[in-house]
């Protein structure tokens, strides 16, 4: 893949492949295999050392699992958007919904030689888009609903600046303007005190971390959305005992790690009529 940010996304689907195959399975997403090639074997190589990074990832993955099964539960149909999609295979594995995945060129195509769309056992349309020449405002206006929708950016937004995610964040609400947003966030405090290992390695897949704001969450509500509920994912990983660090201490002795990994889900705030 010649995108560095797409080759993340080899990364994440090798952490799902591992837990698939181990003896204890959070997620046991045994597509994550079927997707992955040579290149993703070698690309998944470089992180394999990387335990508490790998355990604080799938527990990111389980977590979204749960908040969208419970959506599911309650309305089958419920349509979920996955923007840089990467390997996800959630349309493949979970019961209902319709789904529309939006990633590059390559991860799609990799994907349909996999497992084409039209076999899931759910409604999905794949979309490839060349994020830096492409507008995603164009590629999902055929898609435009003001029904009730799930936007779900996994592991992306610190790979993006801030007028990117504002730019984004403006199409989804004019396209979608009942839409719910599930994504990860990382502070400043966190990437500065916890994030360096990982992301050097990311940097040698050409990966940049660029959104890591002091205070992440603040910055999103400030682009038109009101924050739902956020759960920290290190604390949430180490009380599943999938990072070293007990979860007492990262619960009362470790606020940068606590607060500053998070997955949250923001509601978009109703527009305020001009005034007369």
Same mark, same amino acid.
């Given at each position: 893949?010649?995108? &560095?940010?797409?080759?993340? !996304?080899?990364?994440?689907?090798?952490?799902?492949?591992?837990?698939?195959?181990?003896?204890?399975?959070?997620?046991?997403?045994? /597509?994550?295999?079927? +997707?992955?090639?040579?290149?993703?074997?070698?690309? =998944?190589?470089?992180?394999?050392?990387?335990?508490?990074?790998?355990?604080?990832? #799938?527990? %990111?993955? /389980?977590? #979204?699992?749960?908040?969208?099964?419970?959506?599911?539960?309650?309305?089958?149909?419920?349509? #979920? $958007?996955?923007?840089?999609?990467? +390997?996800?295979?959630?349309?493949?594995?979970? *019961?209902?919904?319709?789904? $529309?995945?939006?990633?590059?060129?390559?991860?799609?195509?990799?994907? *349909?030689?996999?497992?084409?769309?039209?076999?899931? &056992?759910?409604?999905?349309?794949?979309?490839?888009?060349?994020?830096?020449?492409?507008?995603?405002?164009?590629?999902?206006?055929?898609?435009?609903?003001?029904? &009730?929708?799930?936007?779900?950016?996994?592991?992306?937004? @610190? @790979?993006?600046?801030?007028?990117? $995610?504002?730019?984004?964040?403006?199409?989804?609400?004019?396209? +979608?303007?009942?839409? *719910?947003?599930?994504?990860?966030?990382?502070?400043?405090? =966190?990437?500065?005190?916890?994030?360096?290992? #990982?992301?050097?390695?990311?940097?040698?897949?050409?990966?940049? /971390?660029?959104?890591?704001?002091?205070?992440?969450?603040?910055?999103? *509500?400030?682009?038109?959305?009101?924050?739902?509920?956020?759960?920290?994912?290190?604390?949430?990983?180490?009380?599943?005992?999938?990072? %070293?660090?007990?979860?007492?201490?990262?619960?009362?002795?470790?606020?940068?790690?606590?607060?500053?990994?998070?997955?949250?889900? =923001?509601?978009?705030? !109703?527009?305020?009529?001009?005034?007369?």
């Amino acid at each position: 893949m010649a995108n &560095p940010v797409s080759k993340t !996304a080899w990364y994440c689907t090798g952490v799902r492949m591992q837990d698939a195959r181990s003896s204890n399975p959070l997620v046991g997403d045994t /597509w994550a295999e079927r +997707f992955l090639d040579d290149e993703g074997r070698r690309v =998944f190589e470089r992180f394999t050392d990387l335990e508490d990074a790998n355990g604080a990832n #799938i527990v %990111r993955h /389980w977590l #979204i699992d749960q908040w969208l099964k419970a959506r599911l539960a309650t309305r089958s149909d419920h349509r #979920i $958007i996955l923007v840089g999609a990467g +390997f996800d295979s959630r349309a493949l594995r979970l *019961e209902g919904g319709r789904w $529309i995945e939006v990633d590059e060129p390559a991860v799609i195509e990799r994907k *349909e030689a996999v497992a084409p769309a039209g076999e899931s &056992p759910n409604p999905l349309t794949r979309i490839a888009i060349d994020f830096a020449r492409e507008s995603l405002a164009d590629k999902l206006a055929p898609h435009a609903n003001d029904g &009730p929708v799930t936007v779900v950016m996994e592991g992306v937004a @610190y @790979y993006l600046d801030a007028s990117a $995610i504002a730019v984004t964040a403006r199409t989804l609400g004019n396209l +979608f303007p009942r839409h *719910e947003l599930i994504c990860d966030l990382q502070s400043d405090a =966190f990437v500065q005190r916890w994030g360096k290992r #990982i992301i050097a390695r990311i940097a040698t897949l050409g990966a940049r /971390w660029r959104f890591h704001p002091s205070d992440p969450v603040a910055a999103v *509500e400030t682009l038109g959305y009101e924050r739902r509920e956020c759960l920290s994912i290190a604390l949430r990983a180490a009380e599943l005992k999938r990072v %070293r660090v007990p979860a007492f201490v990262i619960r009362y002795l470790l606020p940068s790690l606590r607060d500053g990994y998070r997955l949250c889900t =923001f509601a978009r705030r !109703a527009s305020t009529p001009p005034r007369a």
